[in-house]
């Protein structure tokens, strides 16, 4: 963690309630196992942002031909998981019998709610030749009356998520609301997930939340004084009248949303009950789970 500074704040009138700064969270890299990931929630320091309890970046990454994202299935309860590519594609098969290639600037919503199992791999035409994967999986924690709902998938094409420019920044709203436009992708609490891209220079007032992440793709920006460093998660508190400025040309990923209040975590499984995860492990060692049509020969076994 670096850069903290709890005084740092956007371009409001005196008087008015602002935003700050609250930390500036460094991802640490993960193995999944061929490839590394950098996982900026949850930590030591910060468990959540809103609903979201979970922030890997995939890559970018290059994998030669023969090669590539290879993750057997495993499974979750309690959230729902969230896939978007920047550049790639990954084929999502899941024990509801659902295959979908997700390709850039789509949306993959699973409900993992009382269990699921998926796998996550790359198509035989994908993985023929050279190709490059960059990507983020979100996890939202589902509020406590929806924790056991049926498992369910959603898709949703790039095409159907809305997109706005604001002061010539274009931006893209996955979930929830911002910026006057509203995203169809279904949510079970108060969300925000969006995109921005920023040429060297521009700026770009952020909306309002009750909690805020702000994750640095690629590029550089600032906050007032503060540095956000590129694959850095700039949180803040109270983000109202924040302004951003990129001194590169850079792309973000914002995150927010209520809070959910206090979840438990162990491997896959996200619960408010710390039964309920015991529960969950039991069941995935026995081979209580779900198999998935056409990829059930394989498993990650309880760590």
């Known amino acids: 963690m670096s850069n903290i500074n709890k005084d740092v704040m956007g371009d409001c009138e005196l008087g008015e309630r602002c935003g700050s700064v609250r930390m500036v969270l460094q991802p640490r890299d993960k193995d999944l196992g061929g490839f590394s990931v950098r996982r900026s929630l949850p930590t030591r320091q910060l468990k959540t942002i809103g609903p979201w309890i979970f922030f890997d970046h995939m890559g970018p990454a290059t994998f030669p031909a023969g090669e ?181 040309d850079s792309r973000i990923a914002v995150i927010g949303g209520d809070s959910l209040g206090k979840r438990f975590i162990d491997w896959n499984f996200v619960s408010s009950r710390k039964e309920r995860i015991e529960q969950a492990k039991d069941d995935w060692t026995q081979g209580r789970f779900a198999k998935i049509p056409g990829d059930d020969k394989e498993l990650i076994p309880l760590p």
């Open 68 to 248: 590539g994202i290879n993750v057997r299935p495993h499974p979750h309860i309690g959230i729902a998981t969230v896939t978007y590519l920047f550049d790639g594609e990954i084929l999502h098969r899941d024990s509801l019998g659902n295959v979908q290639p997700i390709t850039p600037g789509d949306i993959n919503l699973m409900v993992a709610g009382s269990g699921i199992v998926h796998s996550e791999r790359e198509r035989p035409e994908v993985t023929q030749t050279d190709h490059s994967v960059n990507a983020l999986q979100l996890w939202l924690a589902l509020p406590s009356d929806h924790e056991e709902d049926e498992p369910a998938f959603h898709h949703y094409p790039s095409s159907s998520v809305p997109a706005v420019r604001v002061d010539d920044v274009p931006i893209r709203v996955m979930m929830g609301s911002a910026y006057g436009v509203i995203s169809p992708v279904k949510a079970f609490s108060k969300t925000l997930y969006l995109e921005a891209e920023l040429k060297r220079g521009q700026s770009l007032l952020l909306p309002t939340s009750e909690e805020m992440g702000v994750y640095v793709v690629h590029g550089h920006l600032r906050a007032k004084d503060t540095d956000m460093p590129q694959h850095s998660m700039v949180v803040l508190d109270n983000p109202q009248g924040v302004v951003i400025e990129a001194t590169q």
